[in-house]
């Protein structure tokens, strides 16, 4: 890592005890459904579902066509659903991968029988019902006639039946009304001779906040990554975030009092200042939201991000740091020393969600995967590179 400008460490040891602690909550019987969208919310899709398979996690979700496929030609082997819908023209695509779909209504069920019979093969289909996301999935009133439909169409495993949380980390009064709703659903299923493999509902905060959601499968993302969805649920749970966001000093400059600094010159030295230059920018997903705004830890204090956050570089004042040398390390969140910045602050400085920080990380950043102490690969643009 000393050769790298920016970089992202994630910690596969720190996914792993997140695991353990989610595990803990739950009935041992219970599956999980790691969520994997937006490339495992930016830590790396494939490296990280391979974990999560060594590490008992019995599904993956994702949201698109591809990010299946990508998986499936990296040779991950756990089973894979794609959570939002699909068009009728990415159904043969869907069949060859042997990815599992989301039906939101019974016409798409039709469409994903038709495909499934020509194709010869069998379609594994998740039903998803609407209780209050407003989003996608069959409304839950009335919606047991139309399963019922699908569950005798020809070529489909109905396999999964799900809803989802808007509010669950923020109005129990309704989420426990769409369990209500669900678990009656489920109840008049049942009665007609329906019964689903796996059944989930449980998003991060439902895993802490709603035991009566767990089902037989829960679906986190976030709180495996380390992360909680909401600052109120700080503390409910001992995770550790696996992601960090490290760069370094590329230059210095001492800048004279009366120097406009960066684009639309937001920012005029008021005093001589030592000004840090590191090669990270919007262009790399740090938020252009955190100009004049921000802050970064350099030797385990803060330093602020001064003028305009640029596509490939930002500044920061370090004045009053005894001599900053090029190639020092500078964390745009995580831990250095004794001091830590989170996604969480990022995010409130930003005027973002933690999920947006962590997802908006690019291509342009290394990931560097620690297990055991040591690197374990890396992903760049080139490819991935084993060991350090």
Request: hydrophobic letters at 40%; one cysteine or more.
């Amino acid at each position: 890592m000393d050769r790298l400008p920016a970089w992202v460490e994630v910690d596969l040891d720190a996914m792993a005890w997140n695991i353990s602690r989610i595990r803990e909550r739950i009935n041992e019987n219970i599956r999980i459904l790691l969520v994997v969208k937006a490339d495992a919310y930016g830590h790396g899709s494939v490296r990280i579902a391979r974990h999560a398979a060594d590490n008992g996690v019995n599904m993956l979700g994702v949201a698109t066509l591809d990010e299946g496929k990508e998986l499936c030609v990296n040779g991950i082997r756990l089973p894979i659903l794609i959570l939002s819908p699909v068009l009728p023209e990415e159904l043969e695509a869907v069949l060859e991968n042997g990815l599992a779909v989301t039906a939101s209504s019974y016409e798409f069920a039709v469409e994903a029988s038709r495909a499934a019979r020509a194709a010869g093969v069998t379609c594994r289909v998740h039903v998803e019902i609407d209780t209050g996301m407003g989003r996608a999935g069959l409304p839950v009133k009335g919606s047991a006639d139309a399963i019922e439909r699908m569950w005798s169409l020809d070529g489909l495993d109905c396999e999964g039946i799900f809803t989802h949380f808007p509010a669950s980390d923020s109005d129990a009064d309704f989420t426990e009304d769409q369990i209500d709703a669900f678990t009656g659903l489920l109840d008049e299923l049942s009665r007609r001779g329906i019964l689903f493999r796996y059944v989930h509902c449980a998003n991060s905060a439902a895993v802490l906040n709603f035991p009566s959601s767990h089902f037989n499968m829960i679906r986190p993302g976030l709180l495996v990554y380390g992360n909680v969805p909401s600052l109120n649920l700080r503390g409910a749970i001992d995770v550790t975030p696996v992601m960090s966001f490290k760069t370094r000093l590329v230059l210095i400059r001492e800048m004279p009092e009366g120097s406009s600094i960066s684009y639309g010159r937001t920012f005029i030295t008021d005093r001589p200042m030592m000004m840090g230059i590191i090669p990270v920018g919007y262009g790399h997903g740090l938020g252009h939201r955190l100009s004049n705004n921000g802050r970064v830890l350099f030797r385990g204090r803060p330093a602020p991000i001064t003028g305009r956050v640029t596509m490939d570089m930002t500044m920061i004042d370090l004045t009053g740091f005894d001599e900053p040398r090029v190639g020092e390390e500078v964390v745009i969140f995580g831990r250095q020393g004794d001091s830590e910045i989170s996604a969480d602050d990022i995010a409130g400085w930003s005027g973002m969600l933690n999920y947006e920080v962590l997802c908006r990380i690019s291509k342009r950043v290394v990931r560097v995967y620690l297990q055991n102490g040591r690197v374990d690969s890396m992903k760049t643009l080139l490819g991935v590179h084993q060991g350090s």
